[in-house]
């Protein structure tokens, strides 16, 4: 299988990860805030000085793209970037909208023809936000939504919706709908990226090193609502 140095910091949790074939032999988070410039070298020169005393080498990096903080993601980026470039390394990306569901469609009683809605929080009533079915198959593409009582009613008048991510709790009384589900406590984190990046590395979609910028910097930041800081 593979060896993937995972990273994330698109939220205010900072956290690293390593998984080899198939399981996480190591894991570090920090849910104190937004640290990354601090905690981020500390934790992958941790995760490094592991895989090296046990003589397992790295064959990807992998990170989260966004949406998400400007600043989070472009610390990320830069460390992931370092890294590949340091050891020859390949670079994967993962949607920190469906990094989101990993944990809800691995742990949580979904309905078989439910929706899923990950949503980041964008400040005020906005939101970055994505619908997927439970095959991670996309629905409605990433959006900038300004959430009222019509945002989601086309899918909710249909199905169940589940709604989770930082930005979700704050939108329930405003969708206010019998098919609304609310799972709370879910964040983004390094150690639920390995499914998602190993799938690429399988289909070989990596990125280029030189040229790769977060999905936040070069697809949302013109139509945003708000900037994320």
Known sequence: MSCILHIETSTDVCSVAVSQDGAVIFN?????????????????????????????????????????????????????????????????SVSTLELLAVPVLLREQVEEDALICPMLDARRMEVYAGIYDRGLRVVRPVEADIVDAETYKEYLDKQPVYFFGNGAAKCMDIINHPNARLIAGIEPLAKHMMPLAERKMMQEKYEDVAYFTPFYLKDFVAKAPKKLL
Do not use: Q, W
Request: charged share 20%; proline share 5%.
């Open 28 to 92: 570090k988070e920090d849910h104190g805030g937004p640290n990354h410039s601090v905690n981020l070298g500390l934790f992958v020169d941790e995760a490094m000085s592991f895989t090296d005393s046990h003589a397992i080498p790295f064959d990807a990096v992998a990170v989260s793209c966004g949406p998400g903080s400007y600043t989070g993601l472009r610390i990320g980026v830069s460390m992931a970037k370092g890294i590949c470039y340091a050891r020859d390394l390949k670079l994967l």
